[in-house]
């Protein structure tokens, strides 16, 4: 689309597969080895950042967002893809529960087995691990100096994602993918 493209992931596996991503589709993209909560690049760099899946994984997730603010241009705009992964309520508790039952029982989807040792360890030092939802993010970004804070639920992710699922995970499954954006001040 025209647009010059800047990546950063602190796992190299990550980025080998982002280059190996932007090959196949003959993109040419900058990917850079580094961590989120302390940029490598200059003030005023940047007239978006888009993050997927971050935001619950950062020790210091108010750092990352100050640092997004921070190398963005004035007006320059954050996009955060998220999931309210460990909605508190009583309904999605459940679903939860039975999610991991149901796949336990089936022996399918090693997933939540190797995430939940993996994250175990971690978990404590982990501020948004089990209260990322779009409330918390919008107020953490409006803490971090961006304003005109939106939220938007992605229905057409979510219906796309209950479309593809077979029909227990459709009962199961927690959809609660959404965005949250934020724009830096004009100075």
Avoid at 49 to 59: G, I, M, R, S
Avoid at 72 to 91: M, S
Avoid at 141 to 149: A, H, K
Wanted: charged residues 25%; glycine residues 6%.
């Amino acid at each position: 689309m025209g647009h010059e493209v800047t990546g950063i992931d602190l796992s190299e596996g990550m980025l080998e597969k982002a280059k190996q991503s932007a090959d196949n589709m003959g993109f040419e993209i900058g990917l850079f080895h580094g961590d989120a909560e302390n940029l490598p690049f200059e003030d005023c760099s940047f007239d978006l950042v888009v993050n997927k899946y971050l935001l619950w994984t950062l020790q210091k997730p108010s750092c990352a967002v100050y640092e997004w603010g921070r190398v963005l241009k004035p007006e320059g705009r954050v996009f955060a893809i998220d999931g309210n992964w460990f909605d508190p309520r009583p309904d999605r508790h459940i679903k939860r529960m039975l999610s991991e039952l149901t796949e336990r029982f089936a022996k399918k989807n090693q997933y939540n087995l190797i995430f939940k040792n993996s994250y175990a360890p971690i978990r404590n030092s982990l501020p948004l691990y089990e209260k990322i939802s779009p409330e918390n993010i919008s107020f953490l970004f409006s803490e971090t100096g961006l304003v005109n804070t939106e939220i938007n639920p992605l229905p057409e992710v979510q219906k796309f994602q209950r479309n593809k699922n077979s029909f227990s995970q459709k009962l199961l499954k927690n959809n609660s993918i959404f965005l949250i954006s934020g724009q830096k001040k004009q100075e």
